[in-house]
């Protein structure tokens, strides 16, 4: 199965909201290239690749941690007692939300006048379910 990373907007709506003093990332490489681009912009980001003990020993013990879309992130935290606040990326939501966007950008575009709130309840109905079609023939 694909896993969608979070986008870079996901992670500068959490930083500008919450000032940290210290942002450590913990991933096995920078692959991501989300993790190059927050270094460059955030001095208070720090990262290195780390052994695994290391690396689950931080994720145990902290009080605010961002998700990314992992089976190892996610196992892990199930034993963190002291987690205060997290924040994880729904990427159903976002999926349908940019399709609501998208769909209401086009009916501007086109000169044409917004829908009732029936008519696009319907329209996103049949996007979300062509979307769900789309996600099961590909699983």
Same mark, same amino acid.
């Given at each position: +199965?694909?896993y969608?990373?979070?986008p /870079?907007?996901f992670?500068h709506?959490?930083l !500008?909201d919450?000032?940290f003093r210290?942002?450590? #990332?913990?991933?096995?490489?920078n ?5 190059d681009?927050l270094?460059?912009? $955030?001095?208070n980001i #720090?990262?290195? %690749? ?5 690396? #689950?020993?931080?994720? %145990?013990?902290?009080y !605010? /941690? ?8 996610t196992s892990i935290?199930?034993f963190?007692? $002291?987690i205060?606040n +997290?924040w994880e990326?729904?990427i159903?939501l976002? &999926?349908?939300n940019?399709?609501?966007?998208k769909?209401?950008? +086009? /009916?501007?575009a086109?000169g044409k $006048? #917004? &829908?009732d709130? $029936?008519?696009? &309840?319907?329209?996103? /109905?049949?996007f979300?379910?062509?979307l769900i079609l789309?996600l099961? &023939?590909?699983?």
């Amino acid at each position: +199965m694909l896993y969608a990373q979070p986008p /870079l907007c996901f992670y500068h709506k959490i930083l !500008n909201d919450f000032k940290f003093r210290k942002i450590y #990332i913990i991933s096995e490489n920078n692959a991501n290239v989300v993790i190059d681009k927050l270094l460059n912009e $955030n001095k208070n980001i #720090i990262f290195k %690749m780390n052994k695994l003990e290391d690396d #689950i020993s931080y994720l %145990m013990f902290r009080y !605010n /941690l961002v998700a990314s879309v992992s089976s190892f992130f996610t196992s892990i935290i199930k034993f963190n007692e $002291n987690i205060k606040n +997290m924040w994880e990326y729904d990427i159903k939501l976002s &999926l349908i939300n940019d399709i609501f966007e998208k769909y209401q950008i +086009m /009916l501007k575009a086109h000169g044409k $006048n #917004i &829908l009732d709130k $029936n008519e696009n &309840l319907k329209i996103i /109905l049949f996007f979300i379910f062509k979307l769900i079609l789309i996600l099961f &023939l590909n699983s």
